[in-house]
């Protein structure tokens, strides 16, 4: 049987957590991001919750159209000699509210650090274990991190101004601890292909959430990925289901679809209908055995 004890840290190898070009780069290929995916509880609403997704996220190219954003990046990611890098990126959020979608929630183009924290500038001292943060050189705290002692992660947030005067919350803190030991563990997965082509995956598949939006107390739940892919993408479909007991489901079904000749954001073209599969996998973890 699982054991659903929630563990004091989060557990497994994070040490490539803050770290990008791992792998050569290839142009036009390469494609970096943070991502986590948080499910709000609404005791008071809809069961089916509400929902937040935002990446921190850098492309290998020098032009990439985001919702009719044009994001120009500058060049590959610098540096230092400690290991802390800076890079030319986006940050970029959506927001369900229960009964309507705010995307984006965020969209922004900005500067960002990536950090361990072994790093000089870190705050504190650290143990060199995982802990670290990608911080975005913004006015507002767009901050994502891992604390020293594994115990937490820390997610902040501002809404952009024209989602908050539609009705989205202005500002959100959130702290990510440990669900049990099957989910929240760093999982690596990575693959190498010709012509250093390849990805390299670190999966946390949940964790328990507590936090404030906009000053009032939620809980829930969330999943976290980091992935760096260097290879043509085709379309896929994906899912993720958090059960109550502390069981998780996934589902990864990528496709070959008109999509992929798509020159338009516009989603569910009606040629799109067709797909072919490519692919069929899926992970289920199950909290009574």
Known sequence: MMDNTPPNTFQGDFSTMWRLGIREPLWHMTWDWWWWLVMIDDPEGPEWGKQLMVLWS??????????????????????????????DGMVCAWWFDGHRMHEPYIKRTCDMIAMSDTHPSWPSSGLGDGGGAVVPLLPDDLSMGLNSDKGSFWLNLRGDKISIENGAPSSMALNLTPWNSAMSQARPSNATYAGGMGYDILRVHGTKVN????????????????????????????????????SYLDWFLPHLSPTMTARTPRPWKRRDIQHIGLSQGGLFHDARN
């Open 58 to 87: 850098t492309k290998d190219n020098d032009r990439v159209e985001v919702n009719g954003t044009p994001w120009t990046p500058s060049g590959r990611p610098g540096v230092d000699e400690h290991g802390g890098m800076v890079i």
């Open 211 to 246: 936090g404030t939006i906009d000053g009032e107390d939620v809980t829930g739940t969330a999943y976290f990925q980091k992935v760096c892919v260097q290879a043509p993408s085709p379309p896929w479909y994906w899912g993720v289901l958090h059960f109550d007991d502390g």
